[in-house]
């Protein structure tokens, strides 16, 4: 049996991913902050949940050390905050550490072992306000973030082997906490790309930018 991570799957587009693996015969690990909500959760999806907090990489080792063997990582977790980057109070440093150092740090843990039993997906949950084409939008560091995750996500596809695929998908203007009540999408439709990109078959795409499993501009 597969085992999938997925950081900030206590609620939102996270816990419809961590119910959509599991409803496919995947083992979950739900990774949160919160330890009462991640137990919530993965009640709610048949799995269990690690603390995981993104802020305080010194608990990493330990926290992946609870979950164990990990085929597929699942990069969800984000911040979002509307506070310009010249502000004194900006949250540029906080959003490269969840969205950018956070994931590159369990990248760099669990890929070893991913290459070592010769299948591992990883899904970095990025956005369209991180793509170039479209403007770099969104407020704060965001977006910033958000291209510094592509960014990663197509190097990363470099130096990892065949049989371990890296992607990055937009999931759309989903309705959740961040996306608000006026957002199109439900989380189960936002979470279905990044489904698909963690049960990618051996002949799947690797290193590429997903929007609804189609390639979208950097």
């Known amino acids: 049996m597969r085992r999938a991570l997925v950081t900030g799957g206590n609620r939102g587009i996270g816990l419809a991913i961590a119910g959509g693996l599991a409803a496919q015969g995947i083992a979950v690990v739900i990774g949160a902050r919160d330890a009462d909500a991640g137990r919530a959760a993965a009640g709610r999806v048949g799995g269990r949940s690690v603390l995981l907090d993104l802020l305080r990489p010194e608990t990493f080792a330990a926290s992946l050390a609870e979950a164990g063997q990990i085929d597929i990582l699942v990069n969800n977790a984000g911040i979002l905050r509307d506070v310009p980057l010249t502000a004194p109070d900006s949250d540029f440093e906080e959003a490269m550490q969840v969205m950018v150092h956070a994931p590159f740090a369990l990248i760099r843990a669990l890929a070893p072992g991913m290459a070592a039993r010769g299948w591992g997906r990883i899904v970095n949950l990025s956005s ?87 390639p979208v501009p950097w």
């Open 128 to 214: 369209g306000w991180g793509s170039f084409a479209e403007g770099l939008g969104g407020p704060g560091a965001y977006g910033v973030a958000k291209a510094a995750l592509n960014a990663l996500t197509r190097a990363m596809a470099r130096d990892l082997p065949a049989s371990v695929k890296i992607n990055a998908v937009d999931p759309g203007w989903v309705r959740t906490r961040m996306g608000g009540p006026a957002a199109p999408l439900s989380p189960a439709e936002g979470a279905e790309t990044a489904i698909w990109l963690a049960t990618l078959p051996p002949d799947g795409p690797t290193g590429g930018f997903f929007r609804r499993r189609r």
